[in-house]
């Protein structure tokens, strides 16, 4: 009789590896996805019941005409913001940055809670509503600004719908709560929450600038940058730098 063959079974990928595979999530990828898919999903809960108490509170204190009002006052200090940022960022260090960026939002929130909670004032219910676009900017670039410290630009390209999903995937979690949350808590409740979620936002900034920066080396057949972005103190910045193993980090390399 002619002997069997030894067939070894294949055993079977653990979940997160077929996972891995499905999505295309590289190698050593894995710890700064999740806490930046961590930190997009607090920054989501966060917004969503800023936005539910903003407008819930202004609608049940003003009437509808204002609106627009508020809006022109928040496309005005979107801007104002931003400029701030920007004269900021050039003299403090990316962590200092992002900490000041969140003690911001955390005190104006706080303080709009505090005022909505202790007095009869209407004008923090006003003031809520206008400052949401701002908090929708502020942790928009604070987001962004850490993706781009962690991530080449390869790796952003595959890894950043999964990031974005953390934050729809908290925002929708958030619009399903808000209600049974202001039944039983008030609305005004929401305004500590998102508080909380912000400083979890923290939390998982954190975990990304202690993770190893892996894979941030490019492959040579990229084409060449055609655009120099500008240098920040403190922020690893996408401009010409060469790393250990002598290649050029990846930002450098944007497609044309």
């Known amino acids: 009789m002619n002997a069997q063959p030894n067939i070894t079974p294949a055993t079977p990928k653990p979940v997160f590896t077929k996972l891995a ?17 961590a930190l ?21 204190t003003y009437d509808i005409a204002i609106l627009p009002w508020v809006y022109i006052g928040s496309a005005l200090a979107v801007p104002v913001m931003g400029y701030l940022y920007e004269a900021i960022e050039k003299r403090l260090s990316f962590e200092r940055l992002q900490t000041l960026n ?4 955390v005190l104006v929130i706080a303080a709009l809670w ?8 209407s004008l923090p219910a006003l003031v809520l509503l206008a400052w949401y676009e701002v908090l929708w900017s502020m942790t928009t670039i604070g987001l962004f600004s850490t993706i781009i410290r962690l991530l080449n630009l390869r790796q952003a390209k595959r890894l950043l719908g999964l990031i974005g999903a953390g934050d729809v995937i908290a925002a929708t979690l958030g619009g399903f709560l808000a209600a049974p ?7 005004v409740s929401m305004l500590p929450g998102s508080v909380v979620a912000l400083c979890l936002r923290d939390c998982g900034r954190t975990i990304d600038l202690a993770a190893p920066r892996s894979g941030r080396t ?13 240098h920040h103190r403190g922020v690893v910045a996408p401009a010409a730098r060469t790393d250990e193993d002598g290649s050029i980090d990846e930002w450098e390399r944007i497609n044309a």
Do not use: M, N
């Open 21 to 37: 595979a499905l999505f295309h999530i590289e190698p050593g990828e894995g710890r700064v996805l999740a806490a930046l898919f």
């Open 114 to 121: 505090l005022s909505l909670t202790l007095t009869t004032s």
């Open 181 to 187: 949350w202001a039944g039983t808590f008030g609305t």
């Open 40 to 60: 997009a999903g607090s920054i989501g809960f966060a917004r969503v019941l800023v936005q539910t108490a903003s407008s819930a509170i202004f609608l049940a």
């Open 102 to 105: 969140l003690g911001a939002q």
């Open 218 to 230: 490019v492959r040579t057949d990229e084409r060449p940058c055609r655009c120099r972005a500008r």
